[in-house]
Each structure stands twice: as C-alpha cells, then as structure tokens.
C-alpha cells in the first residue's frame, strides 16, 4: 500500500529536503504504522512530530486525506490506498 | 587580552557575544531561531585535548519538541543528532518536556554531561552531550510523585557533581528541594534542613519541598552551597544537612539566580527581587549583589546597571561568571537585555538591548 507524506518547508531539512515523501506499507496500514517507518527512515522528522511515546506533538496537526487525525482515529487510524497524510504545524505562538 | 564567548539563551534562540576586553562585544544570531533555549553550557574540559570549547544548547521549539545541539566551533555550525538525545524510557510513560539545565561533568570524566530536565528527572551522557540516559535512582525515588512544579515547571534545574568525588552530586529543584547523593547516583537523600517554605500551611520546614529556585556550589569547599530560594537566600557549610539565612544585608530575600566565583572562595552573586508579588529591583534600580564573605555581608554593584525605572527580572540561569582572572559576570533579563562586568561587578557594560527574553547565560575564556 503507496502512502503520500507531505511534508511542511519547516522540516525539510529533516528529511532530504524533500517536500513529499512515499512509503508502501505492508498489510493493514495505520497512522502509527507509517509513523513507525519514517521514525527508521527519517528518525529527526518523526520525533519533531511525536513525542517518544508516540503522541503527535500539541502544535502539530496531521491530516489524513484532509481530516484531522485527532477526529478518525489517532495513531490508530486506518490508511487506504493512495492516502495523502499532511504535517502542518498549527498557528500557535507569540 | 582575553577572548570570551558569551552564550545567551532565549526565549526565540541562541545569540552569541565574543569579546577581547570584555567592555565592547560583537553579537551573533539568531542561531536556533525561534527556539527557546533554556539551557547551555560551555564544556572547557576539551582544552587539555587541544580542542576548542564544546557549547552544548538544550533547545525547544513549541511545535517540534525539545532537543540538544552542540557546536565544536563555537558557534559556526552546529550539531544535532538524528535520534531524540534526551528521551524517556517506554516504561516510563513520560515524554520530554524541555530541558533545563546542561552541566559538564568533573574534569576527570570529559566525556560525562548531565541534563536536568522537564518533568524532575536527570539524565547523563557518557559522549559528551550527544546521547543521554536516565538515571534511575532520581526517577524512581518515592519522593517524585510528591515533588510538585513551580511556576515554570517541574524540573531539575541545578546539577552540580563533585568536581573531585564522581560518586557526589547536588541537584536541587522547584518545587521538591534540594537532593543529594553519594553512590553515583543510586540512591538520593533530601537535603533541605533550614530551609523555610512559607507557602505551606502547616509544617514549614519540611523534609523536601522547598521552592530552591538555584543553588551554587563553592568551588574551593565542595561542602558548601549557596541557595536562593522563592523565599530566603541560604549556605550550607555541611554538605546541605543543614542550611542558615543569609538574606541579612540584601534589599529583599526573593530573586532566581545565585552563582558562586569560580575561583574567590567564598565570593557570591545574587540579583534580588523586591517581593514574590513584585518581582523587580527594589526601588526599580537594578543591582547585583556581591558577597566576598559567604553572605555575611553584601554589597550593590550597580554602576553601569538602569539606575532607575527598571523593572526587568533576572531568571535561576540568566547569571553567570566566566573563568577569567579577573572574572566577568553576566546577567540577562527577561525583558532582552544583556550586562557584563569585566572586573567580578565593579562596573558593567551593555553587551544588548532588544534581543527576545533572556532564559540563560553562560561565559568562558575561548582563547
């Protein structure tokens, strides 16, 4: 299963300097699935987003297919076929 | 001439001053922008290797989380290890929440930092500062569930191992008090005897709990420390069994910051605050005082300081003393402002104006 990960510009860096990444999943594929992969591949870029017990990080949104994942599930949402994940960090700060 | 570096930690990154004389300096920065950089600390073990200063920086982005950086070049380019450096155990449930302190080993262990951190606990590093363990014996004492957090958090924002006895080591946090131990680590004993907590309704002397918001070590009487708590500034001449007021002579017993000289036994720095609800100079003057007797006796070292309408704060790290001879001191405010003085307070110089609040400093002879 082919999974898109957009990635913002802020953490690029992290990852190649690429602005989308493509993972295939095997199986039954979840969000804390794919989380797992990019921690092996790209371990800087997953721990900006999770904390070390995996929880996505207060000021970091991750959307599935455009839905927030807090609101289809978490780490326990289910990815389909061709799903575009989104990291975008929120509007926070001063 | 002396060339010093001064690393100013902030609420939005790291700036960097070097200066020859130590009365004009040149900044650099932002570096690790947007960063709140609430520890750093310059590591001098690495010139008996021939190698320039580490500068080790605890940094947290409020999106991204918490991390540690190093530069071995003082600042040209920096590091950051691809794998979270601090990160709490699985077992733990806890997660990272920032880090606090960052404090260099004893001179024969150059490779030992330890990291005091967000919640309570202590980390060490047997490579420098790039990789951390917990210890243990601090996460698992019965007393952590009691430590409860201070305005700013619950932390352990002081670190500071025996510089001759590895197995020694003082850390000291708000709000749980000061704990030492003396094995390395394995086991730690509460050392606040003395030290009033009057923000408890009962037992005001309890056995931990105090509101220690920093404490110093004399350098040449490794038994001795130096507290400035929430309320009440103390020394301990026994190791921290037992700790006496030295608020007698200071304009207010209230303040963050205590640093001790590297070198004059018995010299120490504090910056008071007029009360817990007014926290500014006494008078809106701002002043450091010095203490050349163990806190005996003190005295204002104003000149060059805002004279008047000043009512800026000092936090616990927004103090330090270089290791020159004579020794610089430094002092940040959390309105942007960084002073030094070249000569250990006599007189100060602006090293900036403007920068964003100032968390933390520290200074070091470089070359």
Request: aromatic residues 8%.
């Amino acid at each position: 299963m082919r999974v898109t990960v957009r990635v913002p510009a802020v953490l690029r860096a992290d990852c190649g300097d690429q602005a989308a990444l493509v993972f295939d999943l095997d199986g039954e594929a979840t969000l804390a699935g794919l989380f797992s992969k990019i921690a092996v591949v790209y371990p800087r870029l997953e721990r900006r987003i999770r904390d070390e017990r995996g929880e996505i990080r207060r000021y970091v949104n991750v959307y599935i297919n455009g839905t927030e994942s807090r609101h289809c599930g978490g780490m326990k949402a289910s990815l389909d076929e061709g799903a575009v994940v989104q990291i975008i960090p929120s509007v926070a700060g001063g | 001439m002396t060339d010093v570096a001064l690393v100013i930690g902030t609420s939005k990154g790291l700036f960097l001053a070097r200066s020859v004389d130590r009365r004009r300096w040149e900044l650099t920065g932002p570096h690790l922008p947007i960063q709140e950089v609430y520890a750093v600390a310059i590591d001098t073990r690495t010139r008996k290797a021939g190698r320039p200063p580490r500068i080790l920086v605890g940094a947290s982005s409020s999106h991204f989380g918490p991390s540690v950086s190093t530069s071995d070049d003082l600042g040209a380019t920096w590091e950051e290890p691809d794998a979270a450096p601090i990160a709490f155990d699985a077992d733990t449930g806890a997660a990272l929440e920032r880090v606090w302190q960052l404090t260099p080993g004893p001179e024969n262990r150059p490779d030992v930092v330890y990291a005091g951190v967000e919640p309570h606990a202590l980390f060490r590093s047997e490579d420098g500062g790039r990789g951390f363990t917990l210890e243990r014996g601090l996460w698992d004492h019965p007393h952590r569930e009691k430590w409860m957090p201070g305005g700013g958090g619950g932390a352990v924002h002081t670190v500071l191992p025996d510089p001759v006895d590895t197995r020694r080591m003082v850390v000291a946090m708000s709000a749980g008090g000061v704990y030492i131990t003396e094995d390395g680590g394995a086991s730690w004993r509460p050392r606040n005897t003395g030290i009033r907590a009057p923000f408890l309704p009962d037992d005001q002397y309890p056995e931990f709990g105090q509101c220690v918001h920093k404490v110093a070590r004399n350098p040449h009487r490794p038994d001795q420390f130096f507290a400035q708590n929430h309320h009440g500034v103390y020394r301990s001449d026994d190791g921290g069994r037992s700790w006496s007021s030295i608020a007698d002579g200071l304009p207010a017993d209230f303040g963050f910051p205590i640093v001790a000289h590297p070198r004059r036994a018995g010299v120490v720095y504090t910056f008071p605050l007029e009360a817990d609800v007014r926290r500014w100079p006494p008078k809106g003057r701002a002043a450091v005082y010095r203490s050349e007797d163990a806190g005996v006796s003190w005295t204002a070292c104003a000149d060059g300081l805002p004279s008047q309408n000043c009512y800026v704060s000092v936090l616990r790290d927004a103090m330090w003393c270089d290791d020159a001879d004579p020794a610089g001191v430094y002092v940040g405010t959390r309105s942007g402002a960084v002073f030094a003085s070249p000569d250990e307070g006599e007189s100060w110089v602006t090293v900036a104006e403007h920068l964003p609040g100032v968390l933390c400093v520290r200074a070091a002879v470089v070359e």
